[in-house]
């Protein structure tokens, strides 16, 4: 049986993970037949969200902890993360993907990486395993792998900055995936469109379906 | 196009909404043709659990604003909600449901019901208007109509405590739905078993048809 490391960057699209993606995207795996783990880094969050207002809460919470909201308890932290124990690597989306797991965010093309994104992302790439990112996640395989093709849906500035990175942006449609199959990377818009969740499920079971099919040849 | 309210209450399983259960219910229902409002009392939550640890944070968060991580921000307090604009009224689990929309998880039989949950129920089952409850939130129907048939799985003592407030307790597996037809409500366990997010998905999917079917005719 297959095994995908999922990585989620909090609870919640505007300052973690966003749910639906996390969600449809285990969903996805164990109804293709594989398994999963759930790691997030222990570092603070960024900022913390009312997911109402939009306004920052002033208040604090760590990644590791509001993830394990989504995981129901069952999540490492990333640190522990050993590449050689699974098939896959896959990043939903979320605003925490470009505040916590990296500065994308803030900084943009500039941006930093946590260091355990990091290694789980070389260490895989490096082993030549596949790796998945949603939505705005792609970010992440851009700035650490540079000449990568991958999608980020449509937005012109996010697709500009990818571009910054070294990175060759392909526009897509909903539950469309891109496959760079010389790196072994796999990505989908979701939400980074005007999504409803039966097209976050699509796109979900659709990176999972293209990543099973890569490791089974 | 037919059109559900969910209620949450919360967002995570010891405090708050399921989210697999609660995500999966609301791809259930965009899925199968139909469309969904997300609603939640704007209150404080009975307390803050640590989704690692099981431990209490001592802090204070509100039922509303964080259900809105899982309605990405669209979603209305439930003293709002209005059984004329919807056909059918659904609650996912999660310990929020016993602890937040009731206070079951404290007080087991004898527990107050929120009084903005109890005018949904009342005033859906009083239009003939089909409600569903997954996981443990069955007990909101059990406590405020009496005489219903319902499942919560297989626990005995939950199954006892909704006896006591008058329901007729069927033991269930993964998947399936108890139907009360005279009262027009659906129950399926889900993770008041052990189950995984495939089950949880199948759990979802399956009493959003039997509902479908049941406003359809």
């Given at each position: 049986?297959?095994?995908?490391?999922?990585?989620?960057?909090?609870?919640?699209?505007?300052?973690?993970?966003?749910?639906?993606?996390?969600?449809?995207?285990?969903?996805?795996?164990?109804?293709?037949?594989?398994?999963?783990?759930?790691?997030?880094?222990?570092?603070?969050?960024?900022?913390?969200?009312?997911?109402?207002?939009?306004?920052?809460?002033?208040?604090?919470?760590?990644?590791?902890?509001?993830?394990?909201?989504?995981?129901?308890?069952?999540?490492?932290?990333?640190?522990?993360?050993?590449?050689?124990?699974?098939?896959?690597?896959?990043?939903?989306?979320?605003?925490?993907a470009a505040?916590?797991?990296?500065?994308?965010?803030?900084?943009?093309?500039?941006?930093?990486?946590?260091?355990?994104?990091?290694?789980?992302?070389?260490?895989m790439h490096?082993?030549?395993?596949?790796?998945?990112?949603?939505?705005?996640?792609?970010?992440?395989?851009?700035?650490?792998?540079?000449?990568?093709?991958?999608?980020?849906?449509?937005?012109?500035?996010?697709?500009?900055?990818?571009?910054?990175?070294?990175?060759?942006?392909?526009?897509?449609?909903?539950?469309?995936?891109?496959?760079?199959?010389?790196n072994k990377?796999?990505?989908?818009?979701?939400?980074?469109?005007?999504?409803?969740?039966?097209?976050?499920?699509?796109?979900?079971?659709?990176?999972?379906?293209?990543?099973?099919?890569?490791?089974?040849?």
């Open positions: 049986m297959k095994k995908f490391a999922v990585v989620l960057s909090g609870s919640g699209v505007f300052d973690g993970a966003e749910i639906h993606e996390a969600t449809l995207a285990m969903y996805a795996i164990k109804k293709q037949g594989a398994e999963y783990d759930v790691f997030a880094p222990d570092m603070e969050q960024f900022h913390v969200v009312n997911h109402i207002t939009g306004e920052d809460m002033k208040e604090k919470r760590n990644v590791l902890v509001e993830a394990a909201r989504i995981a129901r308890g069952k999540i490492k932290p990333l640190n522990e993360f050993d590449p050689a124990a699974y098939d896959a690597l896959l990043f939903p989306g979320g605003f925490g505040k916590n797991l990296s500065t994308f965010a803030i900084d943009g093309p500039d941006c930093r990486i946590n260091i355990d994104v990091e290694k789980a992302i070389k260490g490096s082993a030549g395993k596949p790796i998945g990112a949603l939505c705005i996640a792609p970010v992440l395989l851009a700035k650490m792998l540079g000449k990568v093709k991958l999608t980020i849906g449509q937005d012109e500035g996010t697709a500009k900055a990818v571009g910054v990175m070294g990175a060759v942006h392909e526009t897509t449609d909903h539950g469309q995936v891109v496959m760079d199959e010389e990377l796999f990505t989908t818009p979701c939400y980074m469109l005007d999504a409803d969740i039966a097209q976050i499920g699509e796109g979900a079971f659709n990176i999972v379906n293209a990543m099973l099919k890569q490791l089974e040849g």
